[in-house]
């Protein structure tokens, strides 16, 4: 919360800091090499000035901050490094920087509440889980506002809040995980390809697209999503305090808000405002809220722009031939 003291003493800070800045930059730059100042001094001194007071603005900021809420956005398909890597696709959230601004928020003696403004169809499940996990952590009340869609991963993430507000419209829930694996073998023997198969496991390649998937690998693949999904749905129930049987009820399905509300999967319908509302009542005062960035530099951003790109193009191409490169688990 924003008082008079703490504008004040942003004042401070940054008043000291600039006068700190020009007393060293005069000493250092004007002062001792000669009595007469040179425009060469003067112009460092301003540097010098400018940079205390940058300086100056960061402390101020982290010990006197404005905001008393901070505000994370899970946004696109979710990944590890999201793109960041190359070849990949450029509209993926890179989670380790979403759990990174958590973490940051949580430790900032400012921040008292957490919103988490989800828009994502879901993605990787132990990057899904690594949020999810963070903002369970988080020391303070936590709100998901939902928008657009808030599904599988994203709703697994958002269930960990301690209060959900989704728009009428947004598409909430798809509580499921899905696994796929490419079936290429008669394209392969139509090719006159052959599958050599050298192993230690029995199960090392099982759902390889080179050969026909055996009956006991089906089995054990589909296993594997099936505890995966146990865990979601116990997960998504203790949380929503809802009965596993109600979750699975649910038939990984996506429900627009009012539906989803309906079930139990949604605490309130409303907007942004709604969602600085409801935290003005559990906190008991007006919020400011600061939206919180992963840092990008210039080479991430350049190689981003690259990746888009050559995203753009082989996704053109690959929607020509089919989809998928292998056994793949993911909350969609």
Known sequence: MDTLPKRVGRVVVLGAGALVGTATGWGL???????????????????????????????????????????????????????????????????????????????????????????????????????????????????????????????????????????????????GVRGSTLNAADLAEYLGVDYERFVAGEYKDAGTPLRELREDERYYLQGLVD??????????????????????????????????AERGLVDELGTRDDVETHLETVLGHEVAVRELDPPRGL?????????AAAYAFGAGVGSVFGDGDGTNLEFR
């Not at 940058?54 to 404005?66: C, E, T, V, W």
């Not at 999904?229 to 203790?238: L, N, T």
């Not at 080479?299 to 990746?307: C, H, I, K, S």
């Open 29 to 175: 730059f004007v002062w001792i090499p000669s009595d007469s100042p040179s425009i060469l001094g003067v112009l460092l001194t301003i540097a010098t000035a400018l940079l205390f007071l940058r300086l100056a603005a960061r402390i101020a900021d982290s010990l006197l901050g404005a905001h008393d809420t901070a505000e994370v956005r899970v946004d696109g398909p979710i990944a590890r490094d999201g793109g960041e890597s190359f070849p990949a696709n450029p509209r993926q959230l890179p989670a380790d920087a979403v759990v990174d601004q958590i973490e940051r928020a949580d430790a900032d003696r400012n921040v008292e509440a957490l919103v988490v403004r989800v828009n994502t169809p879901g993605g990787e499940i132990v990057p899904s889980d690594d949020i999810r996990r963070a903002v369970a952590d988080f020391d303070g009340p936590t709100v998901a506002y939902a928008t657009d869609v808030c599904a599988s991963g994203g709703y697994w993430i958002a269930s960990a809040c301690d209060h959900v507000v989704a728009r009428e419209n947004s598409l909430v829930g798809s509580i």
């Open 227 to 260: 505890d995966l999904y146990e865990s979601f749905v116990q997960q998504v129930a203790a949380a929503r305090d809802l009965s596993i049987g109600a979750v699975k009820d649910t038939e990984a399905r996506v429900y627009v808000g009012r539906d989803a």
């Open 299 to 307: 080479l991430v951003r350049a190689r981003r722009t690259a990746a």
